[in-house]
């Protein structure tokens, strides 16, 4: 099984600037990553996939980057509405084993 | 429009069994990927299974022979027939359009299971 680690746990940050995210593999998953926001008593969006491409309706200010093991979710000039619940999730392996990271929260600083 | 709207959740207990129904409008079940995802109260996403386009299935080792996707495709509709459920299988399951591979792209709302006794 894939295994991803997503870091840090909780991030604070203030409104306006910006938040790093990240997702480590344990091996090599290529460009075949994906990110997903979650609010709290909502089900998942679709932000990122194959690691860097927006997702239908996504504004620019979210951005992904990275393959192979390590990979970056970025948003830039933080807005209210991005404060949630941030995971990675592995769709490499064949046959299918989709592996998603323990999350990251983002928190208002 | 896509939507997704998963029906079936409630207390049961452990060893019974139940079976989830998500209803699809605005695309077709049988020419996507379809999958279930599962969250446990406070935690973190769990996949649980997909069915191809071609009707091939796959499982999570933690349900592989207690839990059976599958698709009716008159009804357009998907379902996960739950078996010898646990304690630990307590989550809410989301339906998942998946048009390629592993991404997710359009969620249900997610209907909430509890197994306890």
């Known amino acids: 099984e894939i295994v991803m680690t997503q870091s840090p746990a909780t991030l604070s940050v203030s409104p306006g600037e910006r938040a790093t995210l990240s997702c480590r593999a344990s091996q090599s998953v290529g460009s075949n990553l994906a990110w997903y926001q979650q609010k709290p008593g909502q089900a998942p969006r679709l932000l990122i996939y194959?690691?860097?491409t927006r997702a239908t309706g996504i504004p620019a200010r979210f951005s992904g980057s990275g393959s192979g093991t390590e990979f970056t979710l970025s948003i830039s000039s933080l807005q209210s509405e991005d404060f949630a619940a941030y995971y990675c999730q592995q769709y490499n392996n064949w046959p299918p084993e989709y592996t998603f990271g323990q999350g990251t929260k983002l928190e208002i600083k | 429009e896509v939507q997704l709207v998963e029906t079936g959740g409630g207390l049961i207990q452990p060893g019974g069994s139940l079976r989830l129904s998500c209803a699809a409008s605005?695309?077709?079940?049988?020419?996507?990927?379809m999958s279930w995802v599962r969250q446990a109260p406070g935690k973190g996403l769990e996949w649980v299974s997909v069915?191809?386009?071609?009707?091939?299935?796959y499982y999570a080792d933690s349900v592989k022979g207690r839990f059976t996707i599958s698709r009716d495709n008159s009804k357009n509709t998907l379902y996960l027939q739950m078996n010898s459920l646990r304690v630990e299988d307590t989550a809410v399951y989301y339906c998942?359009?998946?048009?390629?591979?592993?991404?997710?792209?359009?969620w249900g709302q997610g209907t909430l299971v509890t197994v306890s006794s």
């Open positions: 998942v359009r998946a048009p390629s591979s592993g991404i997710f792209d359009y």
């Open positions: 069915i191809h386009s071609g009707g091939r299935t």
């Open positions: 605005g695309f077709t079940v049988s020419s996507n990927y």
């Open positions: 194959g690691a860097s």
